[in-house]
């Protein structure tokens, strides 16, 4: 609405989705990284190198307390937003001004079709995976977004950078 483009990390909690699931013993299960893990693994330094991005704002929601140095870094980056804890609502509000969401997991995870593909599909939401198999087939034949099983900062934030000048986004 304001020449802002949102992209969303990660929103809302563990196992994440718009119908406000969540739940720690389906994450090891699904090879789902916690938000901590991710965060530490990809989140900051990809936050870090889109930072130079003037149309990008970064929205993370969660719980920082239980970081409390992640979310000194973050609050120290000028595109990002901590948006604190937020519900199934919220969520669905946010997804509704995003253009980016990302979907990461851990290498070679045992995962076929996570809820949260079809939850960004149905808001239009572009996505930037970290799954191969038919997550990557999916996103590939429907053009909703790409994967890139061997994620690194660097490789996240070009793509974002190229997904945000394509298709006006």
Do not use: H
């Not at 076929?112 to 999916?138: C, D, H, W």
């Amino acid at each position: 609405d304001f020449g802002v483009k949102a992209v969303v990390l990660e929103a809302n909690r563990a196992v994440w989705g718009c119908t406000s699931r969540n739940g720690g013993q389906g994450q090891n299960a699904s090879g789902r990284l916690y938000r901590s893990q991710w965060i530490a693994r990809w989140g900051l330094d990809t936050a870090r190198r889109l930072g130079d991005q003037e149309n990008l704002i970064i929205a993370l929601a969660g719980d920082w307390s239980v970081r409390p140095d992640l979310e000194t870094a973050f609050r120290d980056l000028p595109n990002v937003r901590l948006l604190g804890w937020i519900d199934k609502d919220q969520v669905a509000s946010l997804l509704t001004r995003s253009d980016i969401g990302l979907l990461p997991y851990v290498r070679n995870a045992p995962q076929g079709l996570p809820n949260k593909v079809f939850e960004y599909m149905a808001y239009g939401v572009f996505q930037i995976a970290t799954l191969a198999g038919e997550a990557k087939s999916l996103l590939e034949a429907t053009g909703t977004g790409v994967s890139i099983p061997s994620a690194t900062a660097g490789t996240l934030s070009s793509v974002i950078k190229r997904a945000i000048r394509q298709d006006g986004r």
